[in-house]
């Protein structure tokens, strides 16, 4: 009803204007196309008292609308020209704003088609898992000998990562409640999307993608894999969709190696600076999730 009420509004600022400008020039046209009263001096002699009168009324009008017609005619249409500007503009950017959030929720059911299955997901996460399990492996084998290094959460089932990936999609769904909305689990061919913040205004959708890793040692490769590959997921995102995007890399690791993993990101960023550019990345603690 607001949105009807809104247009209706900006509709009549735009007719109110035009007839504003529309009535000066109407009564210009009608006052100088007006036949003048012509009479011969007998017959107005001839006129009564009361005849007279009515038209010396008709003259002192005629006077005063001469004297007036131009100042009316020129606020009029200025103030014309303000309503017609002011209506169009806030129509349009309504217009906009309606056009906008259409195309946000035309995306948003494109994306509910484009979601992967359970099984696609569990594939998707046992390669992660493993991937991550298999580094870990390589980095203790180069580390057995070292007494003080800490013991790390183990991350033995793929609960703990759907866990992260939870708390995550959690943390910034709550964080971007009022702008976005948020779809999961989204296949673009092969693919894979995390999550992906679809915007009812003018900002790019966010696409998110989630990485933990239980350590910072070893990581190094695995990560500047995704920080290369999270652009052209984009570009593919913005392909399918023909809108704006934003990438997100999430790096999640337990407090204690926080540091680490910070010192490894912006190592990363300052030898890459060209994809650096084009993507942000954010490091969090496990535990502040």
């Known amino acids: 009803m607001n949105k009807l009420e809104y247009d209706n509004l900006y509709k009549f600022l735009v007719s109110l204007g035009i007839i504003l400008i529309a009535l000066p020039l109407a009564a210009m046209i009608y006052f100088y ?20 009168k009515m038209i010396d009324n008709r003259n002192q009008l005629l006077s005063m609308f001469i ?17 017609i500007s002011c209506g169009i503009y806030k129509w349009f950017f309504l217009q906009r704003k ?3 959030k259409l195309d946000s929720e035309t995306t948003k059911k494109a994306l509910d088609v484009l979601q992967a299955s ?21 980095s203790k084998n180069l580390q057995h000998n070292n007494a ?19 708390l995550c999609f ?17 296949r673009i061919g092969n693919t894979y999307y995390d999550f992906i913040g679809v915007s009812a205004n003018d900002e790019p959708d966010l696409i998110f993608e989630i990485k933990y890793c239980r350590q910072a040692a070893g990581m190094s490769p695995m990560l500047y894999k995704t920080f290369e590959k999270i652009y052209d997921m984009g570009l593919k995102y913005q392909t399918v969709t023909h809108r704006d995007f934003k990438c997100i890399v999430v790096v999640v690791t337990p407090k204690d190696h926080l540091p680490r993993m910070e010192n490894l990101v912006e190592t990363y960023c300052r ?16 535990e502040a999730l």
């Open 33 to 52: 196309n007006t036949n003048p009263i012509l009479i011969s001096q007998v017959d107005y002699d001839l006129l009564s008292e009361y005849s007279l």
């Open 118 to 138: 359970d099984e696609e997901i569990s594939e998707k996460l046992k390669k992660e898992t493993e991937e991550i399990d298999n580094i870990d492996s390589n």
């Open 67 to 83: 004297k007036v017609l131009p100042w009316f005619t020129t606020i009029s249409i200025l103030v014309g020209i303000i309503l």
């Open 98 to 100: 309606l056009d906008k």
């Open 170 to 186: 959690n943390y910034f769904t709550r964080k971007h409640l009022k702008k976005f909305d948020f779809k999961r689990n989204i």
């Open 148 to 166: 003080e290094q800490p013991e790390h959460p183990q991350l033995k089932t793929l609960g703990k990562y759907y866990e992260i990936e939870d």
């Open 271 to 286: 030898a890459h600076k060209g994809t650096a550019s084009q993507i942000q990345i954010k490091c969090m603690a496990e």
